[in-house]
């Protein structure tokens, strides 16, 4: 009886109604999940964007932002040298970082388990602990620089204020993050195909430009993309070496942290310059999932 009242009150029930209800059971607990990425992302983008094609004087849209901004040297500057840095960044961790991965991918479990660990404590130490650990290291008294000093190296760690100063402090945890998104796609190359290839008379050197770089170069675009974007977005760590105020090597995020902290350029101009940063991410993304997609091609 109760199960006939049920179907009875369900066929009673209107077809928008029960499509209401349906949508509900499917999306409903990711309600929370949506109003979360729409409050923290989608609308604090809309009020970037919008923030940056307003006129000074409010209610109007204009270019003039971004003319005045992106027209200045020191903008560009900065917009250059974030990007040149993310690039030497970016393209050393893919060379140090790929042959990590599939020697991390050959391991025994053990040690794989052990670098694991190892790997994922790197990638997580960044900003100004990082910045201690190089200062104290490669700094003018650190560790390294004296002992190659007590053996009579004349070799000189570059400063922390330097281009290459920063490239190394950048590698200490984008090599582990890079080394990290790749080492699942390691596991594509089987044993059997370089033993095919042997059987064909094939050498290491063919194996790999013929089938292992073709299958494994989109997974490493992939995480150099988002290598590249990670390197241009840091702030923390750039801000603890080279300093907020006037630095020696200006960034596109400490141009930002200093019109944010005062009114020397203009309250428009930090606007365009996280729109440029919005631009940057959403294009790496879909560059990082056109590769994604041409790599499960393989699969």
């Not at 499917?26 to 923030?51: E, F, M, N, Q, T």
């Not at 307003?54 to 020191?74: D, F, H, K, M, Q």
């Amino acid at each position: 009886m109760r199960v006939l009242r049920h179907r009875a009150g369900g066929r009673g029930q209107s077809a928008p109604a029960v499509a209401a209800r349906r949508w509900l059971t499917d999306w409903g607990p990711a309600l929370p999940l949506i109003g979360l990425g729409l409050g923290v992302l989608v609308v604090p983008c809309a009020v970037i964007l919008r923030a940056s094609f307003a006129e000074p004087a409010g209610g109007g849209v204009t270019l003039a932002n971004w003319i005045s901004v992106l027209g200045g040297r020191s903008a560009r500057t900065a917009i250059g040298n974030s990007l040149a840095l993310a690039v030497v960044v970016a393209t050393i961790a893919l060379i140090v970082g790929g042959p990590l991965a599939w020697s991390l991918a050959r391991m025994a479990r053990g040690w794989r388990a052990l670098n694991l660990g190892l790997l994922t404590v790197a990638n997580n130490f960044s900003g100004i602990g990082l910045a201690f650990g190089y200062v104290a290291a490669l700094g003018s008294y650190g560790m390294i620089t004296l002992g190659l000093k007590a053996l009579g190296v004349g070799a000189t760690p570059p400063a922390p204020t330097s281009f290459w100063g920063l490239v190394i402090a950048y590698e200490y945890g984008i090599v582990p993050m890079f080394v990290l998104l790749t080492l699942p796609a390691m596991s594509l190359i089987r044993e059997e195909w370089w033993e095919a290839c042997q059987c064909c008379g094939a050498g290491r050197l063919q194996f790999w430009r013929h089938v292992g770089l073709p299958m494994l170069a989109p997974f490493l675009g992939a995480g150099w993309l988002l290598c590249f974007t990670w390197a241009v977005g840091l702030y923390g760590l750039p801000v603890a070496l080279l300093g907020s105020s006037r630095p020696t090597y200006p960034l596109i995020t400490i141009d930002m942290s200093r019109t944010m902290m005062g009114s020397l350029f203009g309250s428009q101009r930090m606007p365009v310059l996280a729109a440029v940063l919005m631009i940057l991410a959403v294009g790496s993304l879909w560059l990082y999932r056109w590769l994604l997609k041409r790599g499960t091609n393989w699969l």
